[in-house]
C-alpha cells in the first residue's frame, strides 16, 4: 500500500557530492519522522540522519558537518545531502519513515529498496 522509492545513489569520487532523494506514495493519512540509514558488508546497519515532523534533526557523529538531511512534506519526500564524501560512506543507504495510513492507526515504519553509494578513493 505504501512504498518509498529511493534515487540519487551512484559512485563518485573521494570529496564529491551525492544528492539522495526518498518519495513515499500510495495511501496513507500523515507522515511523522523521516531517516536515512545505511549497510555497509559485513557491518550492522546505523542510522546516519533523521529529522522529525518539527524539523529536528541528529546526525551520526561520523557525517556532522557533512550530509544534510531535509524534507519537503508537500512532496512527501526526505532528502540526503552528502558532500565530502569519503569511501568510508559505501553503504547501501534505505530511507525509513514513520507514518500513519490512517487517522486511528498507530505509527508503521516503512524502507526503502537501498540505493548504492560507492565512493572511491
Known amino acids: 500500500q505504501v512504498q518509498l522509492v529511493e534515487s540519487g545513489g551512484g559512485l563518485v569520487q573521494a570529496g564529491g557530492s551525492l544528492r539522495l532523494s526518498c518519495a513515499a506514495s500510495?495511501?496513507?493519512?500523515?507522515?511523522?519522522?523521516m531517516g536515512w540509514y545505511r549497510q555497509a558488508p559485513g557491518k550492522q546497519r546505523e542510522s546516519v540522519a533523521v529529522?522529525?515532523?518539527?524539523?529536528?534533526?541528529n546526525y551520526v557523529d561520523s557525517v556532522k558537518g557533512r550530509f544534510i538531511i531535509t524534507r519537503d512534506n508537500a512532496k512527501n519526500t526526505v532528502y540526503l545531502q552528502m558532500n565530502s564524501l569519503k569511501p568510508e560512506d559505501t553503504a547501501v543507504y534505505y530511507c525509513?519513515?514513520?507514518?500513519?495510513?490512517?487517522?486511528?492507526?498507530?505509527?508503521?515504519?516503512?524502507w526503502g529498496q537501498g540505493t548504492q553509494v560507492t565512493v572511491s578513493s
Open positions: 525509513n519513515t514513520n507514518l500513519r495510513t490512517g487517522p486511528l492507526r498507530g505509527l508503521e515504519g516503512y
Open positions: 500510495g495511501r496513507f493519512f500523515s507522515i511523522n519522522a
Open positions: 529529522i522529525t515532523s518539527g524539523g529536528n534533526t
